[in-house]
Structures are given as C-alpha cells and as structure tokens.
C-alpha cells in the first residue's frame, strides 16, 4: 500500500466512491454524477431492482473502484474529471476530496470506515412538460405528446430520436418499489446530504412520502436538502417539508421571462410559475435557500435581461435573498446553443450579458463572464444554428403555436 501523501496526489483518487450513492433516471446506480459510463454486474449495468444496494459497498465494482484508486489506477467511469483536469487544471473530483469532503477524505486515508454520506436520486422521467431543450430521457412528457398528435419521429434532431428511442415504452417504475425505498432509508442515520431531481420529483408521490419519512424519523434536522423543481406544483405540505430540514436549497428551473416561459416550458404558464415561485420566496423560512437556475440558450437569452429583473423584484418585495446562478449554458441539442450562432447575433447576445453584467455586479459576482467566453466560443458550425428554425417548428406544429411570438429577436436571423 502507498502511502497516504502517495494516494492523495496520484491524480485518480477520489471521495465519492466511498461517500456518494446515486441513481439515474433509469434506476442505475452510480457513485458520482458525473460518472462517464454505467457500472456492470455479470453483463448488467448495476441497478436498483436487480442488486441489493443495501449493501451497496461490498458490490463488486465499487469495490473495484475504490482499490483502482488507491493504486492509482485509472477507470474509464472517472474519464470526465479527467479530461476536465487536463483541460482546466480542476474536476468535480479534486473538488469533492480536496475542499469538500477534506475530512472523509482524510478519514479513509487513515483506514477507517467511511458510510455513504450522500444521496443523489433523480427519479425517473416522470415530467409534466415538454422543454424545447430537453428530451425523453428526462421527461415521459414528449412520448405522450408525440404519440398523441402522430408527429413524424425522424423530423426532429438525431439527440432528440435517440432519447425518444430509448425511453419509449421504458418502465421506470423502480420509484415505486417498496424495498428501495427501505433500502435507502437503512442509509439514513450518516446522510449529511440528500438531492433529488427527476423528471418533476415534485409530482412523484413516493418523494414526498420518503421526505416525510426522514422528518419523522428525526434526521431532518441533521441532513441539507437539495431539490430541482419546474415549480408546477407547490403545494403547503412540500413548504411544510422543505422548512424541517436543517438547509434546504431549492433550485428553480425558470428559463424564460412571460411569454419565453411558455414557449421553452410548454405547456407551463408563467402566470402559474410566477405565482407559485413568490409563494415559495414568502413562506419558506430563513434555512430555505433558493437559487433561480435558468439554462441558457438562442431562446432564452434574448429576455435574461428581464427574468433577471423580475428576480429582483420579487426579492425587493419579500426582502428574500434570492441567487441567480448562470452556469447551465446550453451545449445540447447543439442548434440551440450560442455558440452556434452567426457573429451578428453574438453580438447582440453579449451586449445583454454586459448589461446584466453592470447592473448586478455585486450580486452575480464575476459568472457573466464565463457566458461571454462561452458565447464567443470560435465555431465554423452556423449551419447548425439554421437547421434549428425547422426542429423548432416541429415543436410547434405539435402545440400550435409559433417562435416567431415568443422569440421575435430570432426573425432577424432564421427568417433571413
């Protein structure tokens, strides 16, 4: 065995795998979100329904895994952090074991028993919207709508016909199988961190019933709580519920601003979004963080100027510190991110950057630049960006309704 200065500096060990337990929306299971390939048992990728996650550290390739790293032995699960390392000098992993989790990560160092610390669980893709950005592998809602209107498949982009392939007719019911649910809770006693995504876990019975449960059992108070939400369904019980626990942060996925919201987030409306989002910011308590994330894209970027207003607004009024975070800057499906937009309408992007920029730079810190950067990307790939105006319609046609309304700023370039 190296030493422990050896094993931390080898460049591949990480804390995760001792500390973090993870589903997909599929139910496999993964020691780190960014996970770069499904883990495998007997020709099977390890999941929930078919593996005794009860005793989730003595499976084979997480056992696996962790002796790699120890020997500093690279894994082709870990390749993200890696080719993030090379690139940008930092990862999720350095991240995690250096900052952190310094102290499991000096605890396993030492030898001793480190317990699952973290719980990731995105359930399934039960969604009751159909984002233009998004696709079937995070919401169920796109199966129905194209059935529903017989939509010609193979008209929409390859990403999006992929997803849709392999998420049609899927059951994803393992969110409903009691002896998961027990399983987890057995992890209950050491959890300092609990994250839920789906889909719209909002919406998924089973999350609320497992929340109540970590309450009664009077872990609440011990754990942070991190949870995604489109905000279409906010209800007294899950306020009730998000104020128990010790933190709780709330990430708000609000792309657009009015008329934007219900092209990007059909059928959602923003009267319905805006309205449940400032009862949120009114009744939560002060251990209720929320942070307003919208993805940037050609759609939404025109009206970030007024999203970010409204934010605040609403913050003025309740006298809430809200957080407006930047850093999910589309890059799929790639005709709908800036960085495939013709130089004219980069232009007009950036100087809406640099006008948020001024106006919040005590707020938002230095992020506005890392989208600047992003947006001046240098691409030869414009016609990526055109093929776009005909995907879009495809969404439209299903809907009825049209970019041209909702986007304007876009006729300048797609209608030329």
Known sequence: MHNKEEILNNGVFCVLPWTHFGTTATGCVRPCSWGAKFLMIDDKEYNVLDHNIENHKDITPIKELKQNMLQGIKSDFCSRCYEQEESTGTSKRMTETFNLQKHNTEKILDGEEVPIKELELRLGNLCNIGCVGCNTSSSNFFVKEIKKNNADISKF?????????????????????????????????????????????????????????VIELGYADKIKLGLSSNLTNM??????????????????????????????????????????????????????????????????????????????????????????????????????????????????????????????????????????????????????????????????????????????????????
């Open 157 to 213: 982009d390859k990403r999006f016909v992929r997803a849709y392939n392999a998420h049609n007719g899927k059951n994803n019911d393992w969110i409903n199988d009691t002896q998961f649910w027990q399983n987890i809770e057995s992890h209950l006693s050491n959890l300092e961190y609990i994250y839920i995504a789906g889909g719209e876990p909002t919406i998924v019975q089973k999350n609320w019933e497992f929340l109540e449960k």
């Open 235 to 416: 209800q007294d019980r899950h306020i009730e519920i998000y104020n128990s626990f010790k933190t709780t942060w709330l990430y708000c996925s609000i792309d657009g601003y009015k008329e934007v919201n219900d092209y990007i987030r059909y059928p959602s409306k923003w009267k319905a979004i805006s309205k449940n989002f400032e009862k949120l910011v009114s009744r939560c308590n002060e251990n209720v963080k929320i942070k307003v994330l919208p993805v940037i894209s050609i759609f939404s970027i025109w009206k970030l100027y007024e999203l970010r207003k409204y934010i605040e607004h609403v913050e003025k009024i309740y006298n809430k510190r809200l957080l407006f975070t930047t850093h999910t800057l589309l890059r799929d499906p790639k005709w709908q991110s800036l960085v495939h937009m013709p130089l004219e309408a980069k232009k007009e992007a950036i100087e809406i950057i640099d006008k948020i920029a001024k106006e919040f730079v005590e707020k938002d810190v230095d992020q506005w630049d890392k989208v600047k950067t992003f947006i001046e990307t240098e691409t030869d790939t414009q016609e990526t960006f055109y093929s776009g105006e005909a995907f879009a319609e495809n969404f439209d046609s299903m809907r009825n309704i049209k970019w041209q309304d909702a986007i304007p700023e876009l006729r300048r370039y797609w209608n030329d």
